[in-house]
C-alpha cells in the first residue's frame, strides 16, 4: 500500500448551513516549502488560492491591520465539477485531477513556480485561466501584460505601512499540442515577493521566460523523495502511516523559507482575515509543528525558525527592562521582522500584550533546544541561537526569586489572561492567576533552558563565569507543585494561583515538550504524572492533543490509549486533504502523529537511547533512521515480540548509550570489527566515530 497517496473525491466543503467554517481549508494541498496553493471553487468555477509564507502587511499594533495576507488566486473557468476526484501524491509532490472530461496535473516547483497541465476533448469548450488579485485591506494593485505573459502585482505601502510588502504573480499559456481526441494546454505561474528580490516584477517575468515544465516536473519529484528517503516508519496500521507521511508533507510544505517561518495556519491562506493575523503565538503554538521534525531526521525544517526570534531582539529586551530584568522576554505574539502585533495601549501590563506570562522566550527556547540536543552542531548553534538562549537565561537569573534556598517564580500566569486590558478588566477577579507564584509550565521550561544553556556554554567553552549560578539554579530551582484531586496526588498548575483547568495541556508541558519527566524520573514522580494525566482525557483537546499524546508516551500510558486517541483525532478533525481542523491554530495539529508516533518507537532525551519503550510488543513496527538525542540516527524492527535490526549512525562522534539487555555485541559496520562496550544491567555504552554505523547484534 502507499502510504505517501491520499485521494479527494469530492469538492471542498468550506461552508455549513451558508456559515464559513472556521479557517482550515479542507481542498487539496501542494506546497514547496514557501509557496502554497489550496484547491477551491464557487457555484462554476475551480479556484486555486494562492499564498506565500512572506507576503505580509506590516502594519503595527493589535488593531492595525497587520498580518499575512493572501496573494491571489487561479480562476479556472469552463470546467464541469460535477465528478470530482484528486489523488495526492506526497512523495512526488504532485497532484493528479479529474473532473468529468476534463484531466489536470498540478505540482509546485521548488524555483516557486506552479505549473498544471489541462488535457480536455478537442470538442469540447477549452478551459480559460484568470488571475485574480484581493482588493482588500488597502492594497495597491496593478496588472499588465508583456509578450503573452499576464502580470498582477499587489502591493502594501504608505503612510500605515512599516515595512512595504509586495508580490507579482505571472501567468502564461506556455503551451499547446493535440493529441487524438485530446488538447493538452501547459501554463507556468511565477510569484515572487519583494523579499526575494528588490527587482520582483523582472525576476517574476523571467522565471516565466526560462521556465521547463518537463524538467521542473523532475526536479520537483527528485526533492520530495529526497525528503522522504531521509527517515521512515512502517507500521501495521496503515491509515496512521499515512497521516504520519502526509502531516511531514504539509510542514515541509511551509517550512523553507528561511526569512519567514510558518505562522499559525502555514501557507494556505485562503484570504486576508484570518484568524490572530495568522501570526506568531509563542506560548506553544509558534513551537508546535516543530516538536517532530527533529525525531523524524528532518532538522532542515528548522532552518527558518529562529528568523523572527532574532529579529525581535531589540525588542526583546525593551521588555525585559519592563520587568526590571537584563536578557530577553517576549509579548504573547508577533510577526516576521518584528512586527507590532502585540501594542494594546488600554493593557495593564505595559501596553504589551503579555497576558500575564512571562515564559513565552523560554518556550521559544524549547525548539533551539531539541536541534541542540539532537545535532550537537557547534558552529550553527553559535551563529543562529545561542545568543537568543543565553540572554532568556539572562532574563531569568534576575526575575527568579531565591527564598529559603529554592528558587521560585513569581507573577506569571499558568494560562493566559485575556481580559489583562481594558475598563472592564477588574483585577480582583484575576489576582489569583496575576499572583501566581510556581507555574507548572515555565518551572518546566526554565528548567530546561538552564540545563541547555549550560551544556551550550560547555561544548562551546563560553560564559564561564555563569556556570557555578546555573548549577545552582539548575539545583534548586522549586519542585513541581502538586495537589490532591479525585483522592489522587496530581500536579497542580501553580503552587499558589489557579490549580487546575479542564481544557488544554499546561498542567503537562513540563513532560512534553519541556522534557522534564520519563522512565528515568522514579516510580514516585511517574505516579504523580499518570495521575494528572488522566484526570481528564485531553486526546481531542483543540489546544493541547499534540502535546497531550506524546507526554503520554513519555511517561508509558498504555500505547492503545495513545492509538485510540489517534484514531479519535483522525475521525474528528481530518479533513479531506489531511490536515485538521482545531480551534487553536491551525499547522500546529500537524505535528501529533509524528511526535507521538516516534516518541512511542523511540525515545532519547534522558540521555538513553530506548527503543519502541512505548510499544505493544506483539505488535510489528519498524523504523528507519529516526533521529536521537547526542545526534544519533537509529534503525530498529519490532517482529514476533523481537527488537532486531539495530543500527545506530554516529553524526558527532559521541558516546552512545542504549537500554536494551538482549544486546550481545556492537559491531562497527565499515569493518565489522567487533568494539567494546560497557554494560549496567540493561543499560549498555560504547564510544563512537562521527559518520559510522555501528550494528548491535
Given at each position: 500500500?502507499?502510504?505517501?497517496?491520499?485521494?479527494?473525491?469530492?469538492?471542498?466543503?468550506?461552508?455549513?448551513?451558508?456559515?464559513?467554517?472556521?479557517?482550515?481549508?479542507?481542498?487539496?494541498?501542494?506546497?514547496?516549502?514557501?509557496?502554497?496553493?489550496v484547491?477551491?471553487?464557487?457555484?462554476?468555477?475551480?479556484i486555486?488560492?494562492?499564498?506565500?509564507?512572506?507576503?505580509?502587511?506590516?502594519s503595527?499594533?493589535?488593531?492595525?491591520?497587520?498580518?499575512?495576507?493572501?496573494?491571489?488566486?487561479i480562476?479556472?473557468?469552463?470546467?464541469?465539477?460535477?465528478?470530482?476526484?484528486?489523488?495526492?501524491?506526497?512523495?512526488?509532490?504532485?497532484?493528479?485531477?479529474?473532473?468529468?472530461?476534463?484531466?489536470?496535473?498540478?505540482?509546485?516547483?521548488?524555483?516557486?513556480?506552479?505549473?498544471?497541465?489541462?488535457?480536455?476533448p478537442?470538442?469540447?469548450?477549452?478551459?480559460?485561466?484568470?488571475?485574480?488579485?484581493?482588493?482588500?485591506?488597502?492594497?495597491?494593485?496593478?496588472?499588465?501584460?508583456?509578450?503573452?505573459?499576464?502580470?498582477?502585482?499587489?502591493?502594501?505601502?504608505?503612510?500605515?505601512?512599516?515595512?512595504?510588502?509586495?508580490?507579482?504573480?505571472?501567468?502564461?499559456?506556455?503551451e499547446?499540442?493535440?493529441?487524438?481526441?485530446?488538447?493538452?494546454?501547459r501554463?507556468?505561474?511565477?510569484?515572487?515577493?519583494?523579499?526575494?528580490?528588490?527587482?520582483?516584477?523582472?525576476?517574476?517575468?523571467?522565471?516565466?521566460?526560462?521556465?521547463?515544465?518537463?524538467?521542473?516536473?523532475?526536479?520537483?519529484?527528485?526533492?520530495?523523495?529526497?525528503?522522504?528517503?531521509?527517515?521512515?516508519?512502517?507500521?501495521?496500521?496503515?491509515?496512521?502511516?499515512?497521516?504520519?507521511?502526509?502531516?511531514?508533507?504539509?510542514l515541509?510544505?511551509?517550512?523553507?523559507?528561511?526569512?519567514?517561518?510558518?505562522?499559525?495556519?502555514?501557507?494556505f491562506?485562503?484570504?486576508d482575515?484570518?484568524?490572530?493575523?495568522g501570526?506568531?503565538?509563542?506560548?506553544?503554538?509558534y513551537?508546535?509543528?516543530?516538536?517532530?521534525?527533529?525525531?523524524?531526521?528532518?532538522?532542515?525544517?528548522?532552518?527558518?525558525?529562529?528568523?523572527?526570534l532574532?529579529?525581535?531582539?531589540?525588542?526583546?529586551?525593551?521588555?525585559?527592562?519592563?520587568?526590571?530584568?537584563?536578557?530577553?522576554?517576549?509579548?504573547?505574539?508577533?510577526?516576521?521582522?518584528?512586527?507590532?502585533?502585540?501594542?494594546?495601549p488600554?493593557?495593564?501590563?505595559?501596553?504589551?500584550?503579555?497576558l500575564?506570562?512571562?515564559?513565552?522566550?523560554?518556550?521559544?527556547?524549547?525548539?533551539?533546544?531539541?536541534?541542540?540536543?539532537?545535532?550537537?552542531?557547534?558552529?550553527?548553534?553559535?551563529?543562529?541561537?545561542?545568543?537568543?538562549?543565553?540572554?532568556?537565561?539572562?532574563?531569568?537569573?534576575?526575575?527568579?526569586?531565591?527564598?529559603?534556598?529554592?528558587?521560585?517564580i513569581?507573577?506569571?500566569?499558568?494560562?493566559?489572561?485575556?481580559?489583562?486590558?481594558g475598563?472592564?478588566?477588574?483585577?480582583i477577579?484575576?489576582k489569583?492567576?496575576?499572583?501566581?507564584?510556581?507555574?507548572?509550565?515555565?518551572?518546566?521550561?526554565?528548567?530546561?533552558?538552564?540545563?541547555?544553556?549550560?551544556?551550550?556554554?560547555?561544548?562551546?567553552?563560553?560564559?564561564?563565569?555563569?556556570?557555578?549560578?546555573?548549577?545552582?539554579?539548575?539545583?534548586?530551582?522549586?519542585?513541581?507543585?502538586?495537589?490532591?484531586?479525585?483522592?489522587?496526588?496530581?500536579?497542580?498548575?501553580?503552587?499558589?494561583?489557579i490549580?487546575?483547568?479542564?481544557?488544554?495541556t499546561v498542567?503537562?508541558?513540563?513532560?512534553?515538550?519541556?522534557?522534564q519527566?520519563?522512565?528515568?524520573?522514579?516510580?514516585?514522580?511517574?505516579?504523580?504524572a499518570?495521575?494528572?494525566?488522566?484526570?481528564?482525557?485531553?486526546?481531542?483537546?483543540?489546544?493541547?492533543?499534540?502535546?497531550?499524546?506524546?507526554?503520554?508516551?513519555?511517561?508509558?500510558?498504555d500505547?492503545?490509549?495513545?492509538?485510540?486517541?489517534?484514531?479519535?483525532?483522525?475521525?474528528?478533525?481530518?479533513?479531506?486533504?489531511?490536515?485538521?481542523?482545531?480551534?487553536?491554530?491551525?499547522?500546529e495539529?500537524?505535528?501529533?502523529?509524528?511526535?507521538?508516533?516516534?516518541?512511542?518507537?523511540?525515545?532519547?532525551?534522558?540521555?538513553?537511547?530506548?527503543l519502541?519503550?512505548?510499544?505493544?510488543?506483539?505488535?510489528?513496527?519498524?523504523f528507519?533512521?529516526?533521529?536521537?538525542?547526542?545526534?544519533?540516527?537509529?534503525?530498529?524492527?519490532?517482529?514476533?515480540?523481537?527488537?532486531?535490526?539495530?543500527?545506530?549512525?554516529?553524526?558527532?562522534?559521541?558516546?552512545?548509550?542504549?537500554?536494551?539487555?538482549?544486546?550481545?555485541?556492537?559491531?562497527?559496520?565499515?569493518?565489522?570489527?567487533e568494539?567494546?562496550?560497557?554494560?549496567?544491567?540493561?543499560?549498555?555504552?560504547?564510544?563512537?566515530?562521527?559518520?559510522?554505523?555501528?550494528?548491535?547484534?
Amino acid at each position: 500500500m502507499n502510504t505517501y497517496f491520499n485521494e479527494i473525491k469530492s469538492k471542498p466543503v468550506n461552508t455549513v448551513d451558508g456559515k464559513v467554517l472556521y479557517k482550515i481549508p479542507s481542498g487539496a494541498l501542494c506546497a514547496n516549502g514557501d509557496l502554497g496553493v489550496v484547491f477551491d471553487n464557487d457555484e462554476k468555477d475551480l479556484i486555486l488560492h494562492i499564498s506565500k509564507c512572506d507576503f505580509w502587511r506590516f502594519s503595527s499594533g493589535t488593531q492595525g491591520g497587520g498580518g499575512i495576507k493572501a496573494v491571489g488566486n487561479i480562476r479556472i473557468s469552463n470546467i464541469d465539477l460535477s465528478e470530482y476526484n484528486i489523488k495526492q501524491y506526497f512523495d512526488k509532490g504532485l497532484l493528479e485531477c479529474t473532473f468529468c472530461n476534463t484531466e489536470m496535473e498540478f505540482f509546485v516547483a521548488p524555483e516557486n513556480l506552479i505549473y498544471f497541465e489541462i488535457r480536455t476533448p478537442v470538442s469540447s469548450l477549452s478551459p480559460s485561466v484568470k488571475i485574480e488579485i484581493p482588493n482588500t485591506c488597502d492594497s495597491i494593485n496593478s496588472h499588465e501584460k508583456e509578450n503573452d505573459i499576464d502580470c498582477h502585482t499587489r502591493k502594501f505601502e504608505g503612510e500605515k505601512i512599516d515595512l512595504e510588502s509586495a508580490v507579482t504573480v505571472c501567468c502564461k499559456k506556455t503551451e499547446t499540442k493535440e493529441s487524438g481526441r485530446f488538447r493538452i494546454t501547459r501554463y507556468c505561474v511565477s510569484v515572487v515577493t519583494n523579499f526575494d528580490d528588490s527587482n520582483y516584477k523582472k525576476k517574476a517575468l523571467d522565471m516565466i521566460a526560462h521556465s521547463n515544465y518537463d524538467s521542473d516536473k523532475t526536479k520537483t519529484q527528485e526533492k520530495w523523495e529526497k525528503f522522504f528517503s531521509a527517515s521512515k516508519v512502517t507500521l501495521e496500521d496503515k491509515e496512521i502511516e499515512k497521516f504520519y507521511n502526509s502531516s511531514l508533507y504539509h510542514l515541509a510544505g511551509c517550512m523553507g523559507n528561511r526569512e519567514f517561518p510558518p505562522g499559525l495556519f502555514g501557507n494556505f491562506i485562503t484570504d486576508d482575515f484570518f484568524p490572530w493575523a495568522g501570526d506568531y503565538h509563542m506560548n506553544y503554538n509558534y513551537e508546535a509543528p516543530y516538536y517532530c521534525i527533529f525525531s523524524s531526521n528532518h532538522p532542515e525544517l528548522f532552518d527558518g525558525y529562529m528568523a523572527p526570534l532574532n529579529a525581535m531582539s531589540k525588542e526583546a529586551k525593551r521588555f525585559a527592562k519592563m520587568f526590571g530584568c537584563k536578557g530577553y522576554a517576549l509579548p504573547v505574539s508577533f510577526g516576521p521582522k518584528a512586527l507590532d502585533v502585540y501594542s494594546q495601549p488600554d493593557c495593564k501590563e505595559h501596553g504589551v500584550l503579555f497576558l500575564g506570562q512571562k515564559s513565552h522566550a523560554a518556550y521559544a527556547c524549547v525548539i533551539p533546544i531539541m536541534h541542540w540536543f539532537s545535532t550537537y552542531d557547534k558552529k550553527y548553534a553559535l551563529e543562529n541561537y545561542y545568543d537568543f538562549i543565553f540572554n532568556t537565561a539572562e532574563f531569568w537569573e534576575e526575575y527568579l526569586v531565591k527564598e529559603k534556598g529554592r528558587y521560585v517564580i513569581k507573577n506569571d500566569a499558568a494560562h493566559e489572561i485575556p481580559y489583562y486590558r481594558g475598563k472592564e478588566f477588574r483585577y480582583i477577579t484575576h489576582k489569583g492567576q496575576i499572583e501566581t507564584v510556581n507555574a507548572i509550565n515555565s518551572l518546566g521550561l526554565v528548567k530546561l533552558l538552564f540545563n541547555a544553556v549550560y551544556d551550550m556554554a560547555k561544548e562551546l567553552d563560553l560564559n564561564k563565569e555563569k556556570y557555578s549560578l546555573w548549577e545552582d539554579i539548575i539545583e534548586n530551582l522549586s519542585d513541581f507543585p502538586t495537589f490532591i484531586k479525585r483522592g489522587k496526588k496530581c500536579f497542580r498548575y501553580s503552587k499558589r494561583g489557579i490549580r487546575w483547568r479542564n481544557e488544554n495541556t499546561v498542567g503537562l508541558q513540563h513532560i512534553y515538550p519541556a522534557s522534564q519527566i520519563g522512565f528515568d524520573s522514579g516510580e514516585k514522580l511517574l505516579k504523580i504524572a499518570r495521575n494528572t494525566y488522566f484526570i481528564n482525557d485531553r486526546r481531542l483537546d483543540d489546544n493541547g492533543s499534540n502535546s497531550y499524546l506524546p507526554a503520554g508516551a513519555r511517561i508509558g500510558v498504555d500505547p492503545h490509549f495513545l492509538i485510540e486517541g489517534i484514531h479519535q483525532n483522525i475521525k474528528e478533525f481530518a479533513q479531506p486533504n489531511r490536515l485538521f481542523r482545531h480551534h487553536g491554530g491551525g499547522i500546529e495539529h500537524l505535528t501529533t502523529i509524528p511526535a507521538t508516533i516516534n516518541e512511542m518507537l523511540l525515545q532519547s532525551h534522558e540521555g538513553i537511547i530506548r527503543l519502541f519503550p512505548c510499544w505493544d510488543k506483539k505488535i510489528s513496527a519498524s523504523f528507519e533512521n529516526l533521529r536521537a538525542d547526542g545526534a544519533f540516527l537509529v534503525s530498529a524492527e519490532l517482529k514476533n515480540e523481537q527488537i532486531s535490526s539495530v543500527k545506530i549512525k554516529s553524526l558527532n562522534g559521541r558516546k552512545c548509550t542504549v537500554e536494551n539487555s538482549n544486546i550481545k555485541s556492537v559491531i562497527r559496520a565499515s569493518d565489522k570489527k567487533e568494539i567494546h562496550y560497557t554494560s549496567d544491567g540493561n543499560i549498555i555504552s560504547f564510544e563512537t566515530q562521527a559518520d559510522i554505523e555501528y550494528i548491535l547484534i
